[in-house]
């Protein structure tokens, strides 16, 4: 089945500090990769969705320029938090998908803590 | 703009005993999943529904898709313990073909 491979799993950093997350498919070409943040006890909240080449589309409220997405290869989207805050602390997870209307496959996750 | 409404959020229930999750969602959609998320941890999926009538089972668990009255349903058979986590349904926007996620049903079964 299709792999998603995320890394790393936990974080834990001073604020101030800049974190990169990086989102790999390991079996199958990832055209589009999307980005979710998830609160404690909330759903999933797209933050932007990438296509490989392209610059990424951001949601509303999502800071593009906080909230750096590379999506340089068919198989690696990373994202980086820059400056991160208490308030960025969060779940982070990515999904990754060949092709339009194939159901996403999302990595394990990315739990960042920033004192 | 697509909304997912699921209902109940939160469910505590005796081992044993059935009970159905309700997600109902706002615009048209060529399909609906489920997943399942434990504590900790990333999403796992469940089902995907593609048409008006769909029903599938995986164990204790059934999910089926009314796609003209736009809800779909989560039925539990028999719960077990281990099926204590928090199940979301996520519906396709078509428009641009991402996932829309219900607010999630945290699951408790009690022995």
């Known amino acids: 089945g299709a792999v998603v491979s995320q890394h790393p799993s936990r974080v834990i950093c001073k604020s101030g500090t800049s974190v990169k997350i990086e989102c790999r498919s390991l079996?199958?070409?990832?055209?589009?990769m999307f980005w979710y943040r998830q609160f404690p006890k909330q759903s999933l909240m797209l933050m932007a969705t990438s296509n490989e080449g392209s610059k990424a589309t951001y949601e509303q409220g999502v800071e593009k320029d906080k909230f750096l997405i590379n999506h340089a290869s068919l198989t690696l989207s990373t994202l980086t938090v820059t400056s991160a805050h208490p308030e960025d602390s969060s779940f982070y997870i990515c999904s990754a998908r060949d092709l339009p209307g194939q159901p996403q496959h999302f990595g394990d996750g990315t739990r960042l803590s920033i004192l | 703009e697509l909304k997912v409404e699921q209902n109940p959020l939160f469910l505590s229930m005796q081992e044993g005993k059935n009970y159905t999750i309700y997600c109902n969602y706002s615009t048209t959609s060529d399909r609906l999943y489920w997943y399942r998320q434990d504590p900790g941890k990333s999403l796992e999926s469940l089902f995907v529904l593609l048409s008006n009538g769909a029903v599938k089972q995986e164990g204790r668990l059934m999910a089926s898709l009314d796609t003209k009255a736009r809800l779909s349903t989560l039925h539990i058979t028999a719960a077990v313990h281990d099926l204590s986590a928090t199940y979301f349904c996520?519906?396709?926007?078509?428009?641009?073909?991402?996932?829309?996620f219900g607010g999630g049903t945290r699951l408790m079964v009690k022995p």
């Open positions: 079996d199958f070409q990832a055209t589009t």
């Open positions: 996520a519906v396709n926007n078509n428009a641009g073909n991402m996932l829309t």
